[in-house]
Each structure stands twice: as structure tokens, then as C-alpha cells.
């Protein structure tokens, strides 16, 4: 490779829950992405429940780094992205306590029963804007206060960890802090009456910085390496899916999107919070968004479904590809019954497809057998059900917001797959409109710039402004993300 031309390179790092990726950013007269590593993610179960491997997270992304720094001739910045709710808690030497837990452990269902005795779920919904679910931050820091540990711990979350393990200091970017549940709605600083009631340690948490905020430089062995002596680290927005909507070249209010990966996240942007008894009753979130905007969404499960059962599958022998169950699928009529994919069984790993027949049997559906014929019509089924409830909730998001939606953008490893892409556009009636795979890596790579360049709102942060014209710039040079 020349390195010649890589002059100022930045690395953008998205930690996704089932792979990983590290990037590389050459800022020349064509701007240019290259995914350098990629390395799979997957949690681990254990005698002491589901966790994710964080020696091999940073590992990965450590292995990355140094695979830009031999492809580059100096790295600016860099910054990490990643999944929410997940958090890592350290000892007070700085170290973990721990692997942390996997949100979908199902150690919170007791958690959560003891925090509605202590606090009302329409109340926690009107401090915070975030929708109740199991998986939240909240409840994952009750069962750890349930389990014993030291409830004064600090705690960081996965992308911030990262960071802080690189040289960053301690902190919890804004669009991630908000998916804790533990954020007042419309400001930036914790809710001090959700920490008291619940008895969690207010001390524990760490400062709330906007995206965009410069948080430390490289330090350790990494700096050592001549790429990385002045490399600054940038928090972009921390929440994958608050990089990914920030990259979305659309105006205007006529629009929606999906960021669709392991979950689906559907929904649209809003200039302030929406918290409703429509929106309360509907479990809407309100994640906070590049720019002080609000990306008001809601969790549907995504291709979770199909990696559970294509892993299932392969444990019987029948190992198929996406791409060719895709072609399958195509062939296939629609099928008589749908599922619930947002049931709460389907939100647990294991057992997918007894689960999926299961609903199928009691909606009076014959059940699928695990053979040649019964892996693609329930990967159909799967594709149908999907698309239908992304009507259903892009539904409920014009009747709350009052928008008048037109257009929808899929972006995410599923902005791939036309075939669902199809089907959602059939069932939403809105033209479908998919975007790059990689929008979050753009997102990520957009804040930087933002913030290298300086522009900041109201003195503190990005402005979503200047983050969607150098999104739109990367993307329209980077068509195809390659590696």
C-alpha cells in the first residue's frame, strides 16, 4: 500500500455484538474508507451468566489500530462506537471487575420487579424518555447492586471503556448515557431522583460529555508507535445507532429510517423529545441525538432472529448462507402466518426456532421442520414478520409525531438485503431508500471531522449541521466501503 498519500488518517472503531470492525479515513482531495480489521463478537455463556470477552474485544480493536498505523503516516484521531447499555465496572485500580454482562442475560427480570417498587414505570418513562426495557442500564445496575457488587464501582459503557483503556478519560458520551435510562429528558447530567429511589450510587457514574468532545490522546504502547505519538481521542456519538442516523443525507420532515442490524431501531428525528401518553403507552425511546436533536425510535428485534436460527441449524448439519437463503426466500410465497418478533421469549438466546414454532403452532400454522425445505420458509416467515412490524411502528410514529412520512432509509448491515428491503417498502408504502452498510463507521468518521475543524454548537459539542455535509461528502466518495 502507499503511504504516501495518507496524510492525517483517521480510525473510526465500531464494536457491534456480533462483529467488530476498525477503519481508516484518508482525508486527501477524495476522501477514502477502508475497513483495515474485522473481527467477530459474540457473548460468551458462562456458570456466571451471559458475558461479553472484553480481553478479546481489545484485543481485536488493539490489532486494528496497528494495522492502521502500518497502512497511514500519521492518525489525527480516533474514535469508537458501539452498542449501548453494555458497560464494563472497574475496580479502584481501574481495572474490570469482571467480563461484563450481555444485555440480553436474563438476570434484570428480577431486577426490574424491585425497581417498580421503588419507582413507577410511567414515572421513569416521564424522567427519561426512554422506553422500559429489561436490557436498560437501570436495570442491569439494580442486578448487580442484587448480586452483591459494590454498588460505589464505577462503571464505564463498552465504547467509552474502550476509549478510557486507550487514554480517554472517564466518561459517558451523551447519545450513549440516555440508553442507560439514567439521563433527565432534555438535559445532559443524570437524574438524581432516579439514582435515590433506586439506591444506585451516583458517584459510580462518570461525567456526561457531548459528541464530538475531545477526552485525552493515545497513551501506553500504542503511543509509542510513530502514527499514534499526538493521536487525539474523539467520542463520536457512542451509540451506533446516533453515528449511523447522524450520517443519513436527508432534510425535511417527511422522512424515517431503520437502522437495521442484531436489532432494528425505527423511528426519526425530532427537533425535542416526545414523552406522551401515546408514546409512554407504545414504549417509544427517545435517544439522544447528534446536535442536542432527539432520535425517537423504538427497539424491534432484527436479524437476531435469523443468526439464532441459522446457528441452530448449522448445529444439525444444515449450514446455509445468507445470500443463499435470501434467493430461497424470493421463491417463495408469502406465508400464511406471521410471528410476534418482539415476544419476549425471542428476545433470550437459545432454542430460536422451538420458540418460533411455538408460535406458529399456537396461531394454528404447521410447525418447520429443520431440513431443506423448512429452513427457508422459516427464514420466511422471519422476513415477512420483520417488514410487517416495521409498518406497524413507522405507523405509529406518524400518528404521534403527525409527520406525513414519505421516504424511509435502511441503513446497517440489513440496507443490504433487498429482499426485506422489498417487503418493508410493500407493507410501509413509503419508498425505501437504503443507505450504506457502513453509515455508522461515516457517522463515527463525519464527528470527527466536525470536531477537528471546530464546529462546535452553543460551545460545546457538534452541531448536526456540519456532521451531515461531511457525512454526505464520505459517502458520496465512498460508495463501497472496501475490506
Known amino acids: 500500500m502507499d503511504r504516501s498519500t495518507n496524510q492525517q488518517a483517521l480510525v473510526a472503531v465500531d464494536l457491534g455484538a456480533q462483529s467488530c470492525r476498525v477503519s481508516l479515513c484518508r482525508r486527501d482531495a477524495t476522501p477514502e474508507i477502508q475497513v483495515i480489521h474485522r473481527f467477530p463478537n459474540a457473548p460468551v455463556a458462562t456458570a456466571k451468566g451471559l458475558r461479553w470477552d472484553i480481553r478479546r474485544i481489545l484485543d481485536g480493536v488493539i490489532t486494528g489500530l496497528r494495522m492502521c498505523a502500518d497502512a497511514a503516516q500519521s492518525i489525527a484521531s480516533i474514535g469508537i462506537d458501539g452498542w449501548g447499555v453494555d458497560y464494563v465496572r472497574l475496580n479502584r485500580e481501574g481495572n474490570p471487575i469482571a467480563d461484563p454482562y450481555c444485555h440480553r442475560d436474563e438476570r434484570t427480570t428480577q431486577a426490574m420487579k424491585e425497581v417498580f417498587q421503588h419507582i413507577s414505570p410511567e414515572r421513569l418513562y416521564a424522567l427519561t424518555g426512554i422506553q422500559i426495557l429489561g436490557l436498560n442500564t437501570v436495570f442491569q445496575l439494580c442486578a448487580d447492586q442484587q448480586a452483591g457488587i459494590d454498588a460505589g464501582a464505577r462503571w464505564l459503557n463498552l465504547p ?22 439514567l439521563v433527565t ?29 475531545l477526552v485525552g490522546r493515545v497513551r501506553g504502547e500504542l503511543s509509542q508507535i510513530p502514527q ?17 442516523i447522524a450520517a443519513i443525507p436527508a432534510s425535511g420532515n417527511d422522512w424515517a429510517f431503520i437502522s437495521s442490524g442484531t436489532w432494528s431501531l425505527v423511528g426519526t428525528v425530532l427537533a425535542s423529545p416526545i414523552v406522551g401518553e401515546s408514546a409512554r403507552e407504545l414504549n417509544f425511546t427517545n435517544l439522544g441525538g447528534v446536535g442536542g ?17 441459522m446457528d441452530e441449524w448449522e448445529l444439525h448439519g444444515c449450514t446455509w448462507k445468507l445470500e443463499e437463503l435470501i434467493r ?19 428476545m433470550h438466546p437459545g432454542h430460536m426456532v422451538a420458540k418460533i414454532n411455538a408460535q406458529l403452532k399456537a396461531a394454528g400454522a404447521p410447525q418447520l421442520a429443520v431440513n431443506d425445505e423448512g429452513i427457508p420458509a422459516m427464514a420466511n416467515v422471519i422476513f415477512h414478520s420483520l417488514a410487517k412490524r416495521y409498518a406497524d411502528v413507522l405507523a405509529s410514529v406518524a400518528r404521534i409525531t403527525g409527520r406525513q412520512l414519505r421516504r424511509l432509509f435502511v441503513v446497517g448491515g440489513g ?18 431508500i437504503p443507505g450504506s452498510s457502513e453509515c ?19 460551545g460545546e459539542g457538534v452541531g448536526a449541521g456540519p456532521v451531515a455535509r461531511h457525512a454526505e461528502t464520505l459517502a458520496s466518495h465512498c460508495l463501497s466501503l472496501s475490506g
Open 228 to 244: 499514534f505519538s499526538d493521536t487525539k481521542l474523539i467520542v463520536p456519538a457512542c451509540h451506533d445507532t446516533a453515528s449511523a
Open 293 to 309: 436533536t432527539t432520535c425517537f425510535l423504538k427497539n424491534v428485534n432484527g436479524m437476531w432472529l435469523l443468526r439464532q436460527c
Open 328 to 346: 430461497r426466500c424470493e421463491q417463495l410465497s408469502a406465508p400464511r402466518m406471521l410471528i410476534d418478533v418482539d415476544e419476549a421469549s425471542l
Open 185 to 213: 429528558l432534555g438535559k445532559r447530567e443524570w437524574c438524581d431522583e432516579i439514582f435515590e429511589t433506586t439506591g444506585l450510587a451516583r458517584s459510580a457514574a462518570p461525567e456526561i460529555v457531548a459528541p464530538g468532545t
Open 415 to 432: 440496507s443490504k438485503n433487498l429482499f426485506l428491503n422489498r417487503l418493508t417498502a410493500s407493507c410501509t408504502g413509503l419508498e425505501v
Open 440 to 458: 455508522t463507521t461515516i457517522g463515527n468518521f463525519a464527528i470527527q471531522i466536525a470536531a477537528l475543524e471546530g464546529h462546535k454548537e452553543n
Open 160 to 181: 467509552e471503556y474502550v476509549c478510557h483503556v486507550l487514554g480517554g478519560r472517564a466518561v459517558s458520551e451523551y447519545t450513549n448515557a440516555t440508553h442507560t435510562q
